[in-house]
Structures are given as structure tokens and as C-alpha cells.
Nanobody
Framework: VQLQASGGGSVQAGGSLKLSCKAS???????????IGWYRQAPGKQRDLVAD???????NYHDSVKGRFTISKDNAKKTAYLQMNSLEPDDTAVYYC?????????WGQGTQVTVSS
């Protein structure tokens, strides 16, 4: 199983990016039945949960991104997304996707997001 994260880049404050995380080699039922999260880690800081979505579609967001970020998933494509709007310099970090199934945790390789003021 591989989680391929993409969509990161450099933008100015106020800009938008959409991250994608595609699960390869994962059975569809495992993906659709898992909790999927996006985490981020800035230099010198711990990895924090940004947003997650349960198998039932319930979402949860870190307070700092509420109203700006939207997590979604397409079970048929085995892909999760993080739409990030109104980006701020404090959003600069490496973003990781996580698929938490009933039996195992999977992590993507991370994608860099840099927001300049």
C-alpha cells in the first residue's frame, strides 16, 4: 500500500491549494471504511492533525483552519483531498495524509506547502 500525496507548492497569503492523497494497492473497502486525516508539521514543531473525515463522512477540523480548509474523499478513486483557501504564513508546513483502518495506519510521504506574506 502506498499513499501518494500531491498538490503542495508555494503561494502568497490569501491564495489556495488543493492537496490530494491517492491510496494505491489498497482494497476499496479498506479505504472507504477508514478514518482519513491530514496532518502537518512545521520545522521544529510536532505533527498536528489539521482535519479528518470518518468512514461515515463526519469531519473534524483544527480550530486554526475552520472555515478555510475542507477535507473530502472520493471512495471510488481511493483519494482524499484537502482544499485550502485563504492560506496564511502559519499554514507553512509539510502536509501528510493518513489512512487509519481497523488494523493498520498508513502514512503518505508528505507534500510541502509554503505560504509567503
Amino acid at each position: 500500500v502506498q499513499l501518494q500525496a500531491s498538490g503542495g507548492g508555494s503561494v502568497q497569503a490569501g491564495g489556495s491549494l488543493k492537496l490530494s492523497c491517492k491510496a494505491s494497492g489498497m482494497i476499496w473497502s479498506v479505504f472507504s471504511g477508514s478514518r482519513i486525516g491530514w496532518y502537518r508539521q512545521a520545522p521544529g514543531k510536532q505533527r498536528d492533525l489539521v482535519a479528518d473525515v470518518t468512514s461515515g463522512g463526519s469531519t473534524n477540523y483544527h480550530d486554526s483552519v475552520k472555515g478555510r480548509f475542507t477535507i473530502s474523499k472520493d471512495n471510488a478513486k481511493k483519494t482524499a483531498y484537502l482544499q485550502m483557501n485563504s492560506l496564511e504564513p502559519d499554514d507553512t508546513a509539510v502536509y501528510y495524509c493518513n489512512v487509519e483502518s481497523s488494523s493498520q495506519d498508513y502514512w503518505g510521504q508528505g507534500t510541502q506547502v509554503t505560504v509567503s506574506s
